[in-house]
């Protein structure tokens, strides 16, 4: 009896390895944007998400090194728009302590999420000093059409801000004729 029940015990466990899972996979919102720039550009990051499954609506918060960046605007992204209509808040731009919180988006009227890859926000930054800031995500939410939570991951980045090349100007040609006839009247003048 107890060989039995041990060869139903191995039957059992080869035919549950033989069935493939049938797990969410985790959706993944992740920053993209210059890996490099130079003081004074301006340049936009994008907040995209892939691995989506049925998201009908999000929040998040976006830090940043205000010493080395500043945030100018944000915009709405397509992913959500692309589904149906939306209802998008942000909290606004804190320069002083480098975030751009509460950034919230949701499907409004519709009954299922958006599903794929696609992108959530884009942020408008101006570089202000030289040194590397991150970009990262933190206090977020993704939610399912039925209002649960979504697992999810963070993929965060950073920015690389470097000095602007000071290249010296080339003499113009004027320049380089008036000397020239200086020289010569110079030496004209010591002939005498």
């Known amino acids: 009896m107890k060989q039995?029940?041990?060869?139903?015990?191995?039957?059992l466990f080869s035919m549950c390895m033989l069935c493939p899972a049938k797990g969410k996979a985790d959706a993944v919102l992740g920053v993209s944007g210059p890996a490099n720039v130079s003081v004074g550009d301006s340049f936009t990051i994008d907040i995209g998400v892939s691995q989506a499954a049925d998201l009908y609506g999000f929040q998040f918060d976006l830090g940043f090194d205000p010493t080395i960046l500043q945030a100018t605007r944000f915009a709405e992204g397509t992913f959500l728009t692309s589904q149906g209509s939306t209802f998008f808040f942000n909290n606004g731009i804190d320069n002083v302590a480098g975030t751009v919180a509460f950034n919230a988006d949701t499907l409004i009227g519709v009954s299922s999420g958006a599903s794929g890859d696609g992108l959530l926000m884009t942020f408008d930054f101006a570089s202000i000093a030289a040194g590397t800031s991150g970009l990262t995500i933190s206090n977020v939410v993704l939610s399912d059409s039925n209002g649960n939570s979504l697992p999810f991951?963070?993929?965060n980045n950073s920015v690389d801000v470097n000095?602007?090349?000071v290249s010296t100007p080339e003499p113009s040609t004027f320049s380089m004729m008036l000397g020239a006839l200086v020289f010569l009247g110079l030496a004209a003048v010591r002939k005498r």
Not at 4 to 11: D, N, P
């Open 4 to 11: 039995t029940i041990f060869y139903l015990g191995i039957a």
């Open 153 to 155: 991951a963070v993929q």
């Open 163 to 165: 000095e602007v090349a």
